[in-house]
């Protein structure tokens, strides 16, 4: 199977047209093969979750009910992402299998939209919440090597428990980012090949093999969603997952949540205030 | 590498003998069928090597298919009758006129005697860049290449334009529209009846074919209703050379005149202006109980251009089709001509 459709431009150039829309289905396979992988794994070969004990836990009784996990902003932002995400990959690739529909205009509003929310989150992000809580850091890796020397019966300390997200999400994090960052540039760049009313029309603003790679780069990381978004899905609806998910929609997570799965002092939520009448308590966000 | 293209590339010919089997053809080899009728298109796709289907239904001895029948209820036209017999036949001028004009002036008499109403309505953009050969959005590519500002568009959309820019060059469809026509299409799943407009896709929706024809299916009737026989019509194609060319636009329309001369009821559809055939509905609505004179094809004319969107080169459409509608209005009146 070929990867990539070519071309042969007016002027006689092989040049790539696109990727090739049978991905489409490659990258559907996939994300239910990690499912069903994953699924097995957590059914059949996980060792019960077991962390360190710290010293922090001593502060548990500061804790509040709920433990703020997610500023009304940033859960915004997600699910205004999320929407606008599975707007993309419909509009995309529906018509790819034979569903036609006027997409272009959907496809670009959502794009539009994405990208709006994106430049918004790298500013909130970066100034007003804690930038660095969604990178891995050393002892996330540490841990992580721990629980995978721990997995096939080497010796190894018992990993500490998670800072505000765990590696998988820092991870995640890292690869829609890539991804997303990815579609929405060449996106940006090939609304000029359309009519949009928003910038004037110039094909001509790179060479005939520019576009094309553009396009290649534009549609692999679009399948790649496909499979990135079908994973995202299936951790938010597992069971032991749910309260992650919850916090996504109500903004907190439960104190024994937060005390069973986080570190205190990786990330620390401050005593609960005498005059909190929610519950609530300071959090450095999202 | 040189690229040769003196030879049609090898197919697997079929020729069913019933509409019935033809279909079931076309089922069987889904996508990789090519359906022919006249021929007329089908040969310079083929012969420019450019569709390379792997099996070819000829559909020219299905004789069902072919034939005009006239009943109480309008006329049912075999999709594989050809342009001359339509252009002759009696009832077809004595009532719908506006189509027996109109296949008249498709292409050249030896076109109209070997081209067909299914083929005609059916018929693939007529933009040299897409049938060059070259990777455009209707050849499934992602560019236009009509749609540069060097592009050459001169022939291209005013109206319904999305992303490709190609007009439906049909000089029949107008008048089938006018005439409220339905086309009547074989599926997998059976048979289909839709409006005339109904049948044409555009890009905005499929960008790869203009009409609503998938793999499997195939148009076997055309079917016009009695309810305009004898109505006053006006055809008009504009066109480069008069001798024998595609639209540079095209107007037809079908009229009833109230006791007093005012329009009672219209269709009217354009042409060559838009990927897909346009019926002009506010128009009709606009012009109902309005006499069909100058003043209303004015104001007629200007209601039909707005929202049209030229190219580098098609800024003449505009006046053109305002132009066109006028005189298709004043054509209606007691004492319009219909044109040609």
Known sequence: MRFITWATSPWGQSVPAHVAWGLIWIAIIAGFCFMIVHALYILVVAPPKRFAERKAEAVAAGVPERVPRHTLAARLFHWIMAASMLTLLFTAFLPKVGVQFNWVLYHWIAGCVLTISIAFHIVHASFFLDFWSIWPDRTDLRDAKNRVLRFFGKPAPLAGKFAKYPLENKLYHGAIMLTGLAAAITGLFMMKRIQTGIFVRNPYLFSEMTWGMMYVLHGLVGVGLIALVMAHVYMGIRPEKLPITKSMIFGWMSRDFYLEEHDTARWAVKPQSSDSSEGYAASDGD | MAVFRDVMPAFDLLQPGSAAEAQQLLEQNGADAWVMAGGLDSFD????????????????????????????????????????????????????????????????????????????????????????????????????????????????????????????????????????????????????????????????????????????????????????????????????????????????????????????????????????????????????????????????????????????????????????????????????????
């Open chain 2, 45 to 340: 796709w083929l012969k420019d090597r450019i569709k390379k289907p792997k099996v070819l239904v000829d559909l020219s001895g299905v004789d069902e298919l072919k034939g005009i029948r006239v009943s109480a209820n309008g006329v049912e036209i075999g999709a594989m009758t050809t342009l001359t017999e339509i252009a002759n036949h009696a009832e077809i001028k004595r009532n719908y006129g506006v189509l027996s004009q109109a296949v008249e002036l498709v292409a050249s008499p030896q076109i109209r005697n070997q081209g067909t109403l299914g083929g005609n309505v059916s018929q693939d953009v007529r933009c040299w860049y897409y049938r060059g050969g070259w990777p455009c959005y209707r050849a499934g590519g992602d560019i236009c290449y009509a749609d540069t500002p060097v592009g050459r568009n001169r022939e291209h959309a005013i109206f319904g334009a999305d992303r490709c820019v190609a007009v439906h060059p049909s000089d029949s469809v107008p008048a089938l529209i006018a005439l409220d026509a339905q086309f009547v299409v074989q599926t997998a799943k059976g048979e289909r009846v839709v409006d005339a407009e109904d049948y044409f896709v555009g890009p905005e929706t499929d960008i790869t074919r203009l009409n609503m024809l998938g793999p499997g299916d195939l148009l076997t009737a055309i079917r016009i209703p009695a309810a305009w026989a004898g109505a006053k019509f006006y055809f008009e194609k504009v066109r480069d050379r008069n001798v024998w060319d595609f639209p540079l636009m095209n107007v037809a329309s079908a009229t009833r005149l109230s006791g007093s001369g005012d329009i009672e009821q219209m269709r009217i559809a354009v042409n060559a202006v838009s990927p897909r055939p346009m019926r002009l509905k506010a128009v009709e609505d606009a012009v109902r109980g309005k006499p069909a004179n100058a003043e209303t094809g004015e104001m007629a004319g200007k209601m039909a251009v707005q929202g049209a969107v030229p190219l580098q080169f098609n800024a003449y459409k505009i006046p053109l089709m305002r132009n066109l509608v006028k005189r298709a209005i004043v054509g209606a009146g007691p004492g319009g001509r219909e044109a040609a």
